[in-house]
């Protein structure tokens, strides 16, 4: 979402553009202006065709954008936060901070998503039967009204068959959430629904893939392009969901504690970086520092990647408090959770790592991407079996 155009903020929601958005939006309306409008509202002006496109991709982008903030507010009230919405080239993405708690909580953010689709085909279509009034103005040629009653039609076509497209049971589909939080709930385990969604999205993209080449070598080579290309995404992102269920299944069976790097230096915060951190490090550079307040609150984590683009000048001015990150932005864990549940907290979080809490509130260690990457190539400990 870095390199995204932004287009502000919604209900606190940061909405973006991507640029390939634009690439895409630009052939829709080029297709719908000398192809799909003027075939079927014949007797226009050229102008009107465009501009028809131009209002249709734009209407189009705009259900993508319903799809996404349907996500993003069902996740909102199911406890989940939402760093942002994304149109790109593909359609679009809601980056939430965590994994659904439940898998009830999971279905209804999932399915809000091609419902909202479904219930603007609706509006589209009943928009586009009123504007069309009698049957005849479908045969085209009727002047500007057939050209709104065409592009309602086009609008109804697409956002239904986005919404059915997308409850196809398959990752990384809306269906396969879906299909996930069923397998959840029924066998009470999150790592087996995802495998299951995962195995069917690389059998849905195979046979898209396989669609599309069969496509080109009958002389349909644009669409066959287009399906080859969404075969091969949806089996790139399966593949990388089975990977890291993989991870996820490994991680859970340690704790923080196992991966952790045990007691970081807590210095106090008002010290310079100079004076706090040369001591603390005694030649060995630590992964993080805590800076303390003078009644023993910890207020912040300094890391070493943020020491490093301080200019050594600076270092004997600038205090530990103004440049360590707050402690509001630190992401927290106990030193008995699961391993696993680090992945959401560390996901797009700008510190990089997890201060890590004995129980009792002391701080016990830090851990970050390197240390889950170690401890995901370690042997699983063995799990006790259960009856």
Not at 283 to 294: D, H, I, R, T, Y
Not at 377 to 384: H, I, K, L, T
Request: with cysteine; glycine share 12%; hydrophobic share 50%.
């Amino acid at each position: 979402m870095k390199n995204d155009i932004p287009l502000g903020h919604i209900r606190g929601i940061r909405v973006g553009l991507s640029w390939s958005a634009l690439l895409i939006a630009g052939f829709y309306v080029y297709i719908l202006a000398t192809y799909q409008f003027p075939r079927e509202a014949w007797g226009l002006a050229s102008s009107a065709y465009w501009f028809a496109g131009i209002v249709g991709a734009a209407a189009f982008f705009a259900s993508l954008f319903v799809h996404e903030m349907s996500h993003a507010l069902m996740a909102r009230r199911q406890g989940v936060g939402v760093k942002g919405i994304t149109l790109w080239l593909l359609g679009g993405y809601a980056e939430l901070e965590s994994e659904p708690r439940t898998s009830g909580a999971q279905f209804l953010i999932a399915v809000v998503g091609p419902a909202s689709n479904l219930v603007l085909g609706a509006i589209f279509w009943t928009a586009h039967r009123q504007v069309a009034g009698s049957p005849d103005v479908f045969t085209g040629g009727y002047g500007t009204e057939s050209l709104v009653a065409v592009t309602l039609g086009w609008l109804a076509f697409v956002n239904v068959l986005l919404g059915v497209f997308n409850l196809l049971p398959a990752a990384p589909l809306d269906g396969g959430q879906l299909f996930s939080a069923a397998i959840w709930a029924v066998t009470g385990r999150r790592s087996a629904g995802r495998r299951w969604a995962a195995y069917a999205g690389v059998a849905l993209g195979a046979l898209g893939a396989g669609y599309g080449l069969v496509s080109m070598q009958s002389n349909d080579s644009m669409n066959g392009i287009w399906f080859m290309f969404i075969g091969w995404w949806i089996v790139s992102v399966a593949l990388a969901d089975l990977r890291r269920t993989g991870v996820e299944n490994t991680l859970s069976t340690m704790t923080a504690g196992d991966a952790m790097i045990p007691n970081p230096p807590i210095v106090p915060d008002a010290l310079t970086i100079d004076r706090a951190i040369g001591p603390a490090w005694s030649g060995v550079v630590p992964a993080a520092v805590c800076a303390q307040a003078p009644d023993g609150r910890i207020t912040g984590v300094l890391t070493a990647a943020q020491l490093s683009n301080i200019d050594p000048t600076s270092r004997a001015t600038i205090p530990l408090a103004q440049l360590a990150f707050p402690i509001d932005r630190v992401a927290i864990a106990a030193t008995d959770e699961p391993l696993s549940a680090l992945l959401d907290r560390l996901r797009g979080n700008a510190v990089g790592r997890v201060l890590i809490l004995e129980r009792d509130g002391r701080v016990a260690g830090t851990v970050g991407i390197a240390e889950l990457d170690a401890a995901a190539r370690r042997r699983p400990r063995a799990v006790p079996a259960t009856r």
